[in-house]
């Protein structure tokens, strides 16, 4: 009778495909780290409409938001060693392109990717906050930094919670496609642990519970976050002391 259907195999896959989990997370915190840092300055720039930084910002995030991921990382891959080559030919350094970790090529992608996202996250929440709290902290002598930081950030990011955790999320699962970039993470070495096995649906099976579990345990922290900040809000009065 034909085995076309093992499920042991499934069981047997996750633990192998969970080793390269840490490489998986490792994309995820860092990209979402440097796209919520590059995230932030633009949503800024657009906030305060500087002139020509504006613009630049809305071309970036524009682009970056109309492109597919997969496509931007072939042009990371093949364009940051050319870019390297340029650098090296024009100033005279030895930048080593050959051995540079693929990885490098995979995070500056998805932070690149990730931050056009953010930053209209954090726009929209920013410019969600009622103007006249910031006028009202401003009446009882706070400085406007102060007002910033206490008053519109903490309003603007139990806003932005919800947005910027399925932006995680996506951004988890994006990083299947690291894969292409010679990155070896999850999607890479149940590929791998298939070609030994042949058994390319299993592997495959099992790769998508692990995705599925981290997609729901993730959820949880996000929604346990936002309840934390709702009920860590502190009146106007007692900030001002």
């Not at 051995?99 to 500056?108: E, F, G, H, Q, R």
């Not at 299993?202 to 959820?219: K, P, R």
Request: hydrophobic share 50%.
């Amino acid at each position: 009778m034909l085995n076309l259907f093992d499920v042991s195999t499934i069981f047997e896959g996750i633990p192998e495909i969970l080793k390269y989990l840490p490489i998986s997370m490792e994309i995820v915190i860092i990209s979402a780290f440097f796209s919520l840092l590059l995230g932030f300055g633009l949503a800024l720039v657009k906030i305060h409409n500087i002139p020509v930084l504006r613009m630049m910002a809305s071309i970036y995030v524009s682009y970056m938001r109309g492109t597919p991921l997969l496509v931007q990382l072939y042009i990371s891959y093949y364009g940051i060693p050319i870019l390297l080559e340029y650098v090296n030919y024009h100033f005279d350094t030895d930048y080593s392109i050959s051995t540079m970790p693929k990885i490098i090529i995979v995070l500056i992608a998805f932070s690149l990717n990730e931050s056009a996202y953010a930053s209209e996250t954090i726009r929209a929440a920013i410019q969600s906050v009622d103007k006249g709290q910031i006028e009202a902290a401003l009446s009882i002598g706070m400085s406007y930094p102060k007002a910033f930081i206490h008053i519109v950030m903490p309003e603007a990011l139990i806003v932005a919670i919800p947005s910027l955790g399925n932006s995680f999320i996506s951004l988890l699962k994006g990083t299947s496609l690291a894969f292409v970039c010679a990155v070896v993470e999850m999607t890479a070495a149940s590929k791998l642990i298939a070609s030994r096995n042949l058994r390319h649906f299993e592997m495959y099976i099992a790769l998508s519970i692990i995705y599925w579990v981290l997609t729901f345990v993730f959820s949880k922290i996000f929604i346990y976050l936002e309840k934390r900040l709702k009920r860590s809000e502190r009146p106007l009065e007692e900030i001002a002391a």
